[in-house]
């Protein structure tokens, strides 16, 4: 099992920029697939981005052209950076391990999840 906590929630204004992070332990991070997923109040939690263990990644549309996902495998940490957020993307973000090096869309791929971390924008 690995344990995921993010970090870098807030409250901004639309328009603005926010990075969250999400630090891994336990069972090595190596050879994971990492996602970030979010969830706004009355909505099922949905896909926003993952990464690969490669590196590849891949994107929501609502999201594409202002997120960016990396990651650094030295520090066991993967981060999201939001730029030219909108009223939209308010929700609590969680980040997400899988079990395989390939990175998916789906929800049900992911076994290992953080607390979650709130993101508010205000318009």
């Known amino acids: 099992q690995v344990q995921l906590v993010e970090s870098g929630g807030g409250l901004v204004q639309a328009g603005d920029s926010l990075r969250l992070s999400c630090a891994a332990s336990?069972?090595?991070?190596?050879?994971?697939?990492m996602g970030w997923f979010r969830q706004a109040p009355g909505k099922v939690r949905e896909f926003v981005t993952a990464?690969?263990?490669?590196?590849?990644?891949y994107y929501a549309d609502s999201v594409k052209g202002r997120f960016t996902i990396s990651r650094d495998n030295a520090k066991n940490t993967v981060y999201l950076q939001m730029n030219s957020l909108k009223a939209e993307d308010t929700a609590v973000y969680y980040c997400?391990?899988?079990?395989?090096?390939?990175?998916?869309?789906?929800?049900?791929?992911?076994?290992?999840w953080g607390q979650g971390t709130q993101v508010t924008i205000s318009s």
């Open positions: 997400a391990a899988r079990r395989s090096a390939a990175a998916s869309r789906n929800r049900s791929d992911y076994v290992d």
């Open positions: 336990g069972r090595t991070f190596s050879g994971s697939a």
């Open positions: 990464i690969s263990w490669s590196g590849s990644t």
